[in-house]
T-cell receptor, first 114, second 110 residues
Framework: EAGVVQSPRYKIIEKKQPVAFWCNPI?????LYWYRQNLGQGPELLIR????????DSQLPKDRFSAERLKGVDSTLKIQPAELGDSAVYLC????????????FGPGTRLTVL | AQRVTQPEKLLSVFKGAPVELKCNYS??????LFWYVQYSRQRLQLLLR??SRESIKGFTADLNKGETSFHLKKPFAQEEDSAMYYC????????????FGQGTTLQVKP
């Protein structure tokens, strides 16, 4: 089993530029999560999907962040425009179900905004 | 507010010494507690969860509701245990959302 796949692994952009991250969850996992991990901190949830529906996006900065999960499988997280404070590791995780299901994490995308 | 606190950023022990990584939480209901581990250059992975009450790689953790703690323990540390450890909480409302502590780096010296 490949596990959760994320790309790219690293991304360096200048501020005000757009950026997108892609996640492919474990096959059969209905629930998908995007977390952001700032340096020296634990991950913080940005958005959670149940199939193609975003059921918890309360922590997503909607003025510049957007996400989609078309067909309930792959997901894309976008930032437009990026700010210096967006530099972080963006983690994708998936689980069979949100209630009681263990979450499996991808390797993350390390974003640096210059 | 729901919160997880890991008071130590770094814990350094010698091989064979006992290890205890502290985790305290703040939550009014009945949370589900987890320990995640991240080895160097690897992804974050689940180590253990309190409902399983099992020992993984020699590690155990007991949920103490009175002290709102979920400390991770191992009687004899090994060099391969060196990693970043995160304590996490999931609320009983089963939203799926994990709330993580800041993490503790465990360094096991030979």
């Amino acid at each position: 089993e490949a596990g959760v796949v994320q790309s790219p692994r690293y991304k360096i952009i200048e501020k005000k530029q757009p950026v997108a991250f892609w996640c492919n969850p474990i096959s059969g996992h209905n629930t998908l999560y995007w977390y952001r991990q700032n340096l020296g901190q634990g991950p913080e949830l940005l958005i959670r999907y149940e199939n193609e529906e975003a059921v918890d996006d309360s922590q997503l900065p909607k003025d510049r962040f957007s996400a989609e999960r078309l067909k309930g499988v792959d997901s894309t997280l976008k930032i437009q425009p990026a700010e210096l404070g967006d530099s972080a590791v963006y983690l994708c995780a998936s689980s069979l179900k949100s209630a009681g299901g263990a979450q499996y994490f991808g390797p993350g995308t390390r974003l640096t905004v210059l | 507010a729901q919160r997880v606190t890991q008071p130590e950023k770094l814990l350094s022990v010698f091989k064979g010494a006992p290890v205890e990584l502290k985790c305290n939480y703040s939550y009014s209901g009945s949370p589900e507690l987890f320990w995640y581990v991240q080895y160097s250059r690897q992804r974050l992975q689940l180590l253990l969860r309190h409902i399983s009450r099992e020992s993984i790689k020699g590690f155990t953790a007991d949920l103490n509701k009175g002290e709102t703690s979920f400390h991770l323990k191992k009687p004899f540390a090994q060099e391969e245990d060196s990693a970043m450890y995160y304590c996490a909480l999931r609320s009983s409302s089963n939203t799926g959302k994990l709330i993580f502590g800041q993490g503790t780096t465990l360094q096991v010296k030979p």
